[in-house]
C-alpha cells in the first residue's frame, strides 16, 4: 500500500510583488544564489558578483503553508524554484513550488509567487529512525541527531531538468516532483525499504543515466548506485558500494552526506562519523572522516583522504560536510556538527586534484585565519557557474562565506548581523544539479 501523500493545488492568478508596483518581464538571469533561513520563514536572492542581497518574507505571501524553510532548488532559467519546508505540531511537512519573476537589485526586491504547496505529512507526524546509543566518548549521540519532526533534505535536479528529487532523511522515502506540472510525480515517493534509509539526496551523473545516494546517518557505511529511467524519473538500485577500507581488518567510514560527480564515471564523497556507536558491528572500526573515489562502472570506492589528527596535517581533520571540485582543486567542508557542541571548529581544506586517486594537500582555512574569527563550521559547499568563487556555508555561526578560486581567499564574508539571517542554509546555483 502506498503511503498516505496529499497534494494541495493552489490556482495562481495574480502576480504578487515584493515592494513593487507593477509586474514587468523578468530580466535575463544574471549569476546569483538563491537560499533560506532554517530560523525564519525568509527567502535570499544573492547577487554573487555584487554580493547584493534581496530578503522576501515568504510568511507574508498568499498560500503560506506555515513552518521553517530548509532547502532551496531553483532551475537553470532562474525561474522556477522548490523549497522544503520542515514538519512540526502544528505543521506539515511540504515542498513549495515558487516562481521568481523580475529580480531589481538595485532596489532589492523581487517578484515571487507560491503555485503550489505539495503536502507530503500532517502536524505531529514521527520520523522513522534507527537511533543508536553511545558507546564510545569519540562519538557522542546527541539531540541533534535525534529529529522529532520530518525533514526534506538534499534536493537535486535532474539534467534533463524534468525532475527534481528531495529525499525524506527522517523516513526511507525519495521524493520527486514532476517539474512539468510542479506536482509529486507519477512515481512518487520511491522506496526501497532500509536502502533508502536516512538518506540525503539523489546526485545525478552529467548523463542522467546513473545516480548516487548517500547514507547520513550513523554507521550507514554505503552509497547505493541507481539506474535512472530518464522518462519517468524512476530509479532503480544497481549497487551497493560499500565505503570499506579494508575488509579483512574491518574498518569503514561511515555518514556521508554528499556526491560530486567528475564525469558520467567516477564521483567522490566524504564522510563524518568519527567513532563507534551501539550500530557498530563487533570487531569493527570506524576510521573517522574520509574523502573517497567512487568508481560507478566498477561498483567500488577507494578511499583517497584519510583522516587528520592536526589541522595542519595533511587529511581530514574534522568531520567532512561536504566537496566540491572547482578545476583542478578539491575543496572540503570540514564541520564540527557530531559533538554535543558545535565550537570554533569550521574548516575548509584545499587540494590539488590534478591526480584524482592521489590528491595533494595545499592548505586549510581556518576560524580566526583566512575565515570569520567566530565561524564555527562548514556545513554545505556551493560554486558559482563560472567557477569564480566559491561560497562556504556555516548555519551554525550564520556566516556565508565567498572564496575567489583563484587564489583561495576570502572576498566576503556575511555575518547573521549583517545579513539578518538566523541560519543560512540550503543555497542553489541556477544551472547547478546541486
Not at 122 to 131: D, N, R, W
Request: hydrophobic share 40%; net charge negative; aromatic share 10%.
Amino acid at each position: 500500500m502506498k503511503p498516505f501523500t496529499k497534494t494541495i493545488s493552489i490556482p495562481f492568478v495574480a502576480c504578487v510583488l515584493i515592494l513593487q508596483a507593477s509586474c514587468v518581464a523578468p530580466p535575463e538571469p544574471s549569476e546569483f544564489m538563491i537560499g533560506t533561513d532554517m530560523m525564519s520563514p525568509d527567502l535570499y536572492l544573492i547577487d554573487t558578483e555584487s554580493d547584493t542581497r534581496v530578503r522576501i518574507n515568504l510568511s507574508k505571501l498568499p498560500n503560506w503553508p506555515g513552518g521553517l524553510p530548509l532547502h532551496t532548488a531553483i532551475l537553470p532559467d532562474g525561474r522556477k524554484a522548490y523549497l522544503s519546508v520542515m514538519s512540526s505540531d502544528k505543521d506539515p511537512l511540504t515542498i513549495l513550488a515558487l516562481r521568481i519573476g523580475a529580480i531589481d537589485w538595485s532596489a532589492r526586491t523581487a517578484e515571487v509567487q507560491i503555485t503550489n504547496v505539495m503536502r507530503l505529512e500532517e502536524p505531529g507526524a514521527k520520523p522513522s529512525m534507527l537511533v543508536p546509543t553511545q558507546t564510545d566518548a569519540r562519538q557522542p549521540v546527541t539531540d541533534r541527531w535525534i529529529p522529532t519532526n520530518h525533514q526534506l533534505h538534499g534536493p537535486t535536479i535532474h539534467p534533463s531538468a524534468k525532475f527534481v528529487y528531495y529525499t525524506q532523511w527522517t523516513a526511507n522515502k525519495i521524493r520527486v516532483i514532476d517539474v512539468a506540472t510542479d506536482r509529486l510525480a507519477a512515481i512518487d515517493p520511491i522506496q526501497y525499504g532500509a536502502g533508502t534509509r536516512q538518506l540525503h539526496g539523489v546526485f545525478f551523473n552529467p548523463a542522467g543515466e546513473l545516480a548516487i545516494t548517500t547514507g547520513f546517518y550513523f554507521d550507514l557505511k554505503d552509497v547505493t548506485l541507481y539506474k535512472v529511467d530518464k522518462d519517468t524519473g524512476n530509479l532503480t538500485p544497481a549497487k551497493v558500494i560499500p565505503l570499506t577500507v579494508n575488509e579483512k581488518n574491518k574498518e569503514y567510514a561511515a555518514f556521508s552526506h554528499f556526491i560530486h560527480w567528475l564525469d558520467n564515471r567516477y564521483a567522490i564523497t566524504s564522510t563524518q562519523q568519527v567513532g563507534p556507536t551501539s550500530l557498530t558491528p563487533a570487531g569493527f572500526t570506524v576510521i573517522g572522516p574520509t574523502v573517497w573515489l567512487i568508481d560507478a562502472s566498477e561498483g567500488q570506492a577507494a578511499l583517497i583522504i584519510g583522516p587528520a589528527k592536526e589541522p595542519d596535517e595533511a587529511g581530514i581533520y574534522k568531520p567532512a560536510s561536504d566537496i566540491m571540485v572547482i578545476g583542478d582543486k578539491l575543496y572540503v567542508g570540514e564541520e564540527d556538527s557530531m559533538d554535543e557542541e558545535v565550537n570554533a571548529d569550521g574548516y575548509v581544506s584545499v587540494w590539488d586534484f590534478t591526480d584524482r586517486t592521489k590528491p595533494k594537500f595545499i592548505k586549510r582555512l581556518k576560524p580566526g585565519k583566512e575565515l570569520p574569527q567566530d565561524f564555527s563550521m562548514t556545513h554545505e559547499l556551493y560554486s558559482t557557474q563560472n567557477g569564480k568563487y566559491l561560497y562556504a556555508q556555516s548555519w551554525g555561526s550564520g556566516h556565508l562565506v565567498k572564496i575567489a578560486t583563484a587564489n583561495d581567499e576570502v572576498v566576503k564574508a556575511f555575518s547573521k548581523e549583517d545579513a539578518g539571517w538566523h541560519m543560512p542554509h540550503g543555497n542553489f546555483v541556477p544551472g547547478s544539479l546541486r
